[in-house]
């Protein structure tokens, strides 16, 4: 009954707030996607980065075992990933990249945070900056035929992520009053990160759900067993070796959704893994939660 209770303490908050984007939206109200995420990524998540990094007492040698992990496990998941798509003859540029990146940031990020802390916080954002790397070159790559690594270095969060390793590194420190206001513009990142997927689900026209539920029951599966194994194989820590799987086992990220209709894959079908792998989380992450705690 303690670890039910504990566990629920965790995900509440994640699915209270993405709730009520879903309920904002269906209630008629505004909600300017476009000027959100905007917001989110090029402040408030580069913000939580930083300061995440900076303030962090994790030994800087178990992040760079954890980064290793991540690299690991991203990169064994495209290999296995890769040859299920091609042996089930689905479209590469429409399923690889939403079977291979989950929501690391909008879930992954609180999650961790809820569940582990400062510490969890500092392991998850490593992760988060993995993925997004491998989503902005390979991702896009894949879904638009062409790409450029040096997209990634233009995105905010990724030069956030430098910086805050730098200053981890170092020793460094910002200003009390800089670090005051770093935090604050931090602190808004969850709580409007878990909105916006709550808004970007109620807004999502779905296909194909019955592929699409046995193709995230398929993904779940395998990311854990990934995960799992990746992790023993670093001897990751508690806390990192939890945070890895819970990150890499997070539901298909909705920008996987606003690539494939950006570049021309069939979005109603990414939709349709969005949907299907967020409502199978309701179950899946709350038991992941408590086999790891």
């Known amino acids: 009954m303690v670890l039910i209770l504990t566990v629920l303490e965790i995900v509440a908050p994640v699915g209270l707030l993405g709730a009520i984007g879903y309920l904002w ?30 303030k962090t007492e994790l030994d800087p040698a178990a992040l760079t075992a954890v980064s290793l992990a991540a ?36 879930v992954g990020l609180p999650l961790a945070m809820f569940a582990f802390g400062e510490a969890g916080l500092g392991y998850a954002v ?3 900056a993995v993925m997004m790397v491998w989503s902005f070159t390979f991702g896009i790559w894949l879904v638009s035929g062409g790409g450029s690594a040096l997209r ?3 995105e905010p969060a ?35 990160m878990l909105i916006t997927l709550g808004v970007a689900v109620a807004r ?15 993904r779940g599966g395998l990311t854990v067993a990934v995960a799992v ?23 298909v990220a909705v920008t996987s959704y606003m690539l494939a209709e950006k570049y021309g894959a069939d979005a109603d079908a990414v939709a349709g893994l969005v949907i299907a792998s967020t409502l199978l989380a309701i179950i899946t992450l709350p038991l992941t939660l408590g086999f790891l705690i």
Not at 25 to 54: C, D, N, Q, W
Not at 71 to 93: I, P, S
Not at 204 to 216: C, D, Q
Request: proline share 5%.
């Open 229 to 251: 194994a990746v992790g023993r194989f670093f001897a990751l820590d508690p806390v990192a070796f939890a945070v890895l799987v819970v990150q890499i086992s997070t539901p």
């Open 126 to 128: 490593v992760i988060f």
């Open 25 to 54: 939206v269906k209630t008629g109200h505004e909600y300017r996607m476009e000027f959100i995420t905007r917001l989110s990524m090029t402040l408030s998540v580069p913000a939580l980065i930083f300061t995440a990094l900076m």
């Open 152 to 154: 990634i270095v233009k």
């Open 158 to 192: 990724m030069g956030a992520t430098l910086l805050g390793a730098l200053f981890l590194w170092q020793g460094w420190q910002t200003p009390d009053w800089l670090t005051n206001a770093l935090t604050l513009l931090g602190q808004i990142a969850i709580p409007m």
């Open 71 to 106: 690299v690991a496990a991203y990169g064994a998941l495209t290999l296995l990933l890769w040859g299920v798509v091609k042996g089930l003859g689905l479209d590469r540029r429409t399923y690889l990249g939403p079977l291979i990146f989950g929501n690391t940031g909008n």
């Open 204 to 218: 999502l026209t779905p296909g194909r759900l019955g592929r699409a539920l046995w193709l995230s029951l398929m």
